[in-house]
């Protein structure tokens, strides 16, 4: 299986603050990598497919980037409803694998 | 809009078989594939495996023995059964649309506990 590794797990920002997750794979993935949000008690919410391609209906300040096995998720100028946790998953291979999760905060 | 709703029994004795359901409204099951991923209460996100239309199935290894997920193009309806399930179970299960290699509309998740 390909073990997809975020960092941070856990991480604190003020409104209007720029944010950063990194995504790593086991192995290279090429750019099959999405991210997803998920706040308490929802189904996750696709932000990002293949890497770079942002989901219908998703805010332009969230971006992705990245191939082979490095990956980040960017969020520009955070909003109140942006604290929530992050998930990177890779469909390179099955068994399709998720990252362990990224806990935004706020500040 | 593409919905999903899942619908199955909320609580579970040890070794029975856990069977849930996906609606699918507002579009058609057919030409797409069709997924079940869970989360464990305060952990992340492990799929489970899928469905295209057609009827052929991808499973998680960790789960081949005991899935199994069906689908009935019929009633707009896919389906999963994990049999011989445990406390390990325990889990909100999601159900998803596929596109092939990401999840774009998901079913708003059911929680399923397995306790004696």
């Known amino acids: 299986d390909i073990q997809m590794t975020q960092s941070p797990s856990s991480l604190s920002a003020s409104v209007g603050d720029r944010v950063t997750i990194t995504c790593r794979a086991s192995?290279?993935?090429?750019?099959?990598l999405n991210w997803y949000q998920q706040k308490p008690g929802k189904a996750p919410r696709l932000l990002i497919y293949?890497?770079?391609n942002l989901q219908s209906g998703v805010p332009s300040r969230f971006t992705g980037s990245g191939s082979g096995t490095d990956f980040t998720l960017t969020i520009t100028s955070l909003q109140p409803e942006d604290f929530a946790t992050y998930y990177c998953?890779?469909?390179?291979?099955?068994?399709?694998?998720f990252g362990q999760g990224a806990k935004l905060e706020i500040k | 809009q593409v919905q999903l709703q899942e619908s199955g029994p909320g609580l579970m004795k040890p070794s029975e078989t856990l069977s849930l359901t996906c609606t699918v409204s507002?579009?058609?099951?057919?030409?797409?594939?069709w997924t079940w991923i869970r989360q464990p209460p305060g952990k992340g996100l492990e799929w489970i495996g899928y469905?295209?239309?057609?009827?052929?199935?991808n499973y998680n290894p960790s789960f081949k023995s005991r899935v199994t997920i069906s689908v009935d193009t019929s009633k707009n309806q896919f389906s999963l059964k994990l049999s011989s399930v445990t406390a390990a179970d325990t889990a909100v299960y999601y159900c998803?649309?596929?596109?092939?290699?990401?999840?774009?509309?998901w079913g708003q998740g059911t929680l399923v506990t397995v306790s004696s």
């Open positions: 998803a649309r596929d596109r092939g290699s990401y999840w774009d509309h």
């Open positions: 507002g579009g058609s099951i057919s030409s797409y594939y």
């Open positions: 293949a890497a770079s």
């Open positions: 192995q290279s993935i090429s750019n099959f």
């Open positions: 998953q890779q469909s390179y291979s099955s068994p399709r694998t």
């Open positions: 469905i295209y239309a057609s009827g052929s199935t």
